[in-house]
């Protein structure tokens, strides 16, 4: 132990530790009223896609005109906030009864060296028929989450080149029939208020 440190040090470093939490926590805040004020697409949130559904078949935004989209980005190794949140999506989607059909559901992965064609489809089929996984290679990901202003990065976890999570913001973007931003939903909502919100911007 370093006993020349000087005493001060710790309460120092626990306010700039507090500040720093503050900051992310306004920072996400922000971003999300910040994608909330916004009518039509005018900051432009999505745009053209390139992906592989779980059939390895390639797959663009137009492939889903006619329908909303209702896109999530996540991994398939994500131990708690993408099942819990594609979980609540297929609850809110149960609960929409006939407006449902108006919206496909679509998963894309930010993990595409794990998350291949065959380990997406499975994974969104568990939460129902209705939902889509997409992948890509590393560069189609991150054009389309760039697109949708997602943050997404490796966090190793262990020394095996397996042993990583993936930090990824979670939010829920509604897009019109057109493919045109609507508003974000919030990932963390219960069912309920999911499909209360989704009914509200459905019309
Ligand atoms: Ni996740």
Redesign the pocket.
């Known amino acids: 132990m370093n006993t020349t440190k000087p005493r001060q040090s710790s309460p120092m470093i626990l306010y700039a530790v507090m500040g720093m939490t503050l900051a992310v926590l306004l920072i996400g805040a922000g971003a999300f009223m910040w994608l909330s004020d916004n009518g039509s697409g005018g900051i432009g949130i999505g745009g053209p896609f390139t992906l592989q559904d779980g059939a390895g078949k390639t797959v663009t935004d137009k492939t889903f005109r006619g329908k909303y989209m209702l896109v999530y980005f996540?991994?398939t190794h994500?131990p708690?906030?993408?099942p819990t949140?594609l979980n609540a999506v297929a609850d809110a989607l149960d609960k929409l009864g006939a407006k449902a059909k108006k919206i496909v559901p679509l998963f894309i992965t930010v993990d595409p060296e794990r998350d291949t064609a065959s380990v997406v489809k499975q994974y969104a089929a568990a939460f129902g028929p209705e939902f889509v996984g997409l992948t890509g290679t590393p560069d189609e990901i991150a054009t389309v989450a760039k697109e949708y202003r997602v943050y997404y990065a490796k966090h190793p976890t262990g020394p095996g080149p397996d042993d990583y999570s993936?930090d990824?913001s979670?939010v829920l973007y509604l897009m019109d029939s057109d493919g045109r931003f609507v508003a974000p939903v919030r990932a963390d909502l219960s069912s309920g208020e999911m499909a209360s919100n989704l009914s509200k911007l459905l019309g």
């Open positions: 996540g991994y994500c708690d906030v993408c949140t993936m990824h979670s």
